[in-house]
């Protein structure tokens, strides 16, 4: 499985301000758990950073380290979601993974991370 160690951040270049980041990755692989089949996707990370940004080396070497994986669409593009909603604690983050038809079929996950909120006493 994907090691969300991989991933790198770096500090946010304009913390004050809310604006939008997307990657698309368009060479995503795993394999398919039942068949062992290969799945193939596009992957878009859309976030507004807090802190953090990913950098986009690690975040490759993070994909790829998928391409050998048994897993279903919907619990890669969870993981990834929950993955990089660690490392960077964003202000919002949505993953959408767009998979190559096979079987007749296409399909989109969408997953998105919610900061949880800190108690103020």
């Known amino acids: 499985m994907a090691d969300p160690k991989i991933l790198q951040t770096f500090p ?3 913390p004050h301000r809310d604006f939008v980041i997307e990657h698309t990755h368009h060479e995503f ?4 758990p039942m068949t062992g089949h290969p799945d193939f996707a596009d992957i878009t990370v859309r976030y507004v950073a807090g802190k953090k940004c990913v950098e986009l080396k690690s975040l490759k070497l993070y994909f790829h380290a998928y391409r ?21 604690a964003p ?6 993974s767009d998979w190559k038809a096979r079987g007749g079929f296409t399909s989109r996950i969408t997953a998105s991370f919610e900061r949880k909120s800190v108690r103020r006493r």
């Open 91 to 96: 202000r919002s983050l949505t993953i959408v």
């Open 12 to 14: 946010n270049p304009a």
């Open 68 to 88: 050998n994986e048994g897993i279903f669409f919907e619990a890669v593009t969870n993981k990834i979601c929950d993955d990089l909603g660690a490392a960077l």
């Open 29 to 32: 692989t795993s394999v398919c």
